[in-house]
């Protein structure tokens, strides 16, 4: 394959990482997804393909579709057992963020959601919320007519708005601020104030410090602080588990703040918090270590502020 070929290739590499991690919830995967549709691009005939764009994009879309009706993403996925792979804030694989839909098209929440959909559904919904393409160009992606397209996505957007918390988004500032006084409340043992910081509905999802086989689900904000506050208090034994004394970090994880727990600068588990107004709605923890494999990378070539809490 000649560099002209490779090069156009790689212009829209990270579109194509973009969509397939929206599309499958996992870095690795679409990783994977993007390196076939490399080899598929290599075995072309390159001079039929009159827009290659639109082809590299069709050929990842149905790869990522094949990989969502596999055996074992639905064995994966089942029941709900299943947490999006979250990647650090300016991650180009969380790809457009300009507008509000594209934002939220990659939020922990919404991939989660996108799991009740069919596969083609959640296809034709990303190509148009995040990627803005036209119904006939995603007809012809998705090998549909356009009035199924519009089906599609008019279907997927009432799904995803009826399962949705709402409370729009919230500044980065005052995010922050909430998720600091929350981690200072769950650290010291201030169940009170714990419980004052989230919302009456306030539920909490985890893998169980990556040891669970199954996810850990509590409902409630009495029941969700109890968790936290037993999950964050400080031992000899989960010391012993991390590896050695954590530092916390707040930072941004698929464009909601985040608390990291580090150790020697390997990041160990993240809490991902959804906001409403001014409260912590959903937490969401994350800390098997193939799940957290990009997020090290990110967190490796960069330049970490100074902890919230230095030694735990």
């Known amino acids: 394959m000649d560099s002209a070929a490779v090069d156009r290739f790689e212009a829209s590499r990270g579109r194509l990482a973009s969509l397939a991690y929206r599309l499958l919830g996992s870095a690795t995967d679409a990783e994977d997804a993007v390196q076939d549709t490399f080899l598929r691009w290599q075995a072309a005939d390159r001079e039929r393909v009159d827009v290659p764009e639109a082809w590299l994009t069709k050929v990842v879309t149905h790869l990522c579709l094949d990989r969502l009706r596999s055996a074992q993403a639905r064995h994966e996925r089942a029941a709900g057992d299943w947490l999006p792979e979250p990647l650090l804030g300016g991650d180009p694989m969380l790809g457009p963020a300009d507008t509000f839909e594209q934002r939220e098209s990659v939020s922990l929440a919404v991939l989660v959601l996108m799991e009740r959909l069919s596969p083609v559904e959640r296809a034709a919904y990303v190509l148009r919320e995040a990627f803005s393409y036209p119904h006939a160009e995603i007809a012809r992606i998705l090998d549909i007519t356009e009035s199924t397209s519009q089906q599609h996505v008019h279907r997927a957007r009432r799904r995803v708005a009826a ?33 004052e910081l989230l919302t009456a509905d306030a539920a909490v999802v985890s893998d169980g410090a990556g040891l669970a086989r199954r996810l850990v689900r509590y409902r409630t904000r009495e029941r969700v602080a109890s968790f936290v506050r037993a999950g964050l208090r400080p031992t000899p034994a989960k010391r012993r588990l991390a590896g050695g004394s954590l530092a916390f970090h707040i930072e941004s994880v698929n464009g909601s703040p985040a608390v990291l727990a580090v150790v020697d600068g390997r990041v160990v588990g993240a809490v991902a918090c959804d906001l409403s107004d001014g409260r912590i709605a959903f937490l969401r923890g994350i800390a098997a270590a193939d799940r957290l494999t990009r997020l090290n990378e990110a967190w490796s070539r960069r330049e970490p502020g100074v902890p919230v809490i230095e030694a735990w």
């Open 163 to 195: 399962e949705r918390r709402r409370g729009g988004e919230v500044d980065p500032a005052s995010a922050r601020r909430i998720v600091e006084e929350f981690l200072a409340a769950a650290t010291s043992g201030r169940t009170e104030r714990l419980v």
